[in-house]
């Protein structure tokens, strides 16, 4: 007879809760999960949904289609195209409005508990600038600012959230 196996990390479990990584174990469902809808763009296989999802509005239909020229190195006018049929497809449109993207966990524990914390202005950097430079030296309290970074509130360590 086979073990059972965590579906969060793998690991083998003999309890009702995983040893490695907390996650409960239940029982295993009678079918498997839907398949990731997959389509290829000039040779490059992908998920469109959370990609669409990303790019809201008019700018965001730009920046889609920059974004997947890049990405997959197809002409403009084919990621033009591909982005065209897809928001001309409502059941796929529905799909992208319906997506709600996975939490950010935290690379070291895998824990969603997570503090996102945004650096402002400081005013001590911004006063010895101008002590130093003068008025212009103000602006020295802005360098930073708006950096973001992310402390896991399960481990306490910190990281760069990832690039969505």
Same mark, same amino acid.
């Given at each position: 007879?086979? @073990? *059972? &196996? %965590?579906? !969060? =990390? /793998?690991?083998? #479990?003999? @309890? *009702? &809760? %995983?040893? !490695? =990584? /907390?996650?409960? #174990? ?32 008019r ?15 197809a002409?403009?006018?084919?990621a ?85």
């Amino acid at each position: 007879m086979m @073990g *059972k &196996f %965590c579906t !969060n =990390c /793998g690991t083998e #479990v003999t @309890g *009702k &809760f %995983c040893a !490695n =990584c /907390g996650h409960p #174990v239940g029982e295993v469902p009678d079918k498997a999960p839907a398949p990731v809808p997959q389509e290829m763009l000039n040779g490059v296989t992908f998920d469109p949904v959370p990609i669409f999802a990303a790019h809201k509005g008019r700018s965001g239909q730009i920046d889609l289609i920059k974004d997947l020229a890049h990405a997959t190195g197809a002409s403009i006018s084919a990621a033009k195209a591909f982005a065209d049929a897809h928001y001309a497809d409502s059941a796929f449109m529905q799909e992208v409005e319906a997506y709600v993207p996975p939490p950010m966990k935290c690379p070291f524990c895998n824990s969603t508990n997570i503090q996102v914390q945004q650096s402002g202005y400081k005013f001590g950097r911004g006063l010895v600038g101008t002590v130093l430079f003068g008025v212009l030296g103000a602006f020295a309290g802005g360098i930073g600012a708006k950096s973001v970074t992310c402390l896991c509130a399960n481990c306490g360590k910190s990281f760069s959230p990832p690039k969505r």
